[in-house]
């Protein structure tokens, strides 16, 4: 079992930033590939970004790439999601999930066993 829980999120401006954490305890982190998933009301979930347990892969989600980066630190069981430029669009609750898939950065949320409860992020114009 892998609990998850995310914090950071707030009310921030077109063309700010923001940076989320995903803080995580029960199991190994290094053994659990790690990603972000977004759900934004009336709309479904929603990938963002992943990561593998180790940290060499990443992977994007087209409306994001170039402005948001993804990161872990096993040794402190944390991942975080930098973002950068954000816009009114991102405006959503933000997800961290793990999936035993170590080596993978998927995109698909059925993948994932284990979700946190959620942060609001909200981009106001």
């Known amino acids: 079992q892998v609990q998850l829980v995310e914090s950071g999120g707030g009310l921030v401006q077109a063309g700010d930033s923001l940076r989320l954490s995903c803080t995580t305890s029960?199991?190994?982190?290094?053994?659990?590939?790690l990603g972000w998933f977004r759900q934004a009301p009336g709309k479904e979930r929603e990938f963002v970004a992943a990561?593998?347990?180790?940290?060499?892969?990443?992977n994007f989600a087209n409306s994001v790439k170039g402005r948001f980066t993804i990161s872990r630190d096993n040794t402190k069981n944390t991942m975080h999601l930098q973002m950068n430029s954000l816009r009114p669009e991102d405006t959503a609750v933000y997800y961290c999930?793990?999936?035993?898939?170590?080596?993978?950065?998927?995109?698909?949320?059925?993948?994932?066993?284990?979700w946190g409860q959620g942060t609001q992020v909200t981009v106001s114009s």
């Open positions: 999930a793990a999936t035993r898939l170590t080596y993978s950065a998927n995109a698909a949320a059925a993948s994932y066993a284990y």
């Open positions: 029960g199991r190994t982190l290094s053994n659990y590939a």
């Open positions: 990561i593998s347990g180790g940290g060499g892969t990443t």
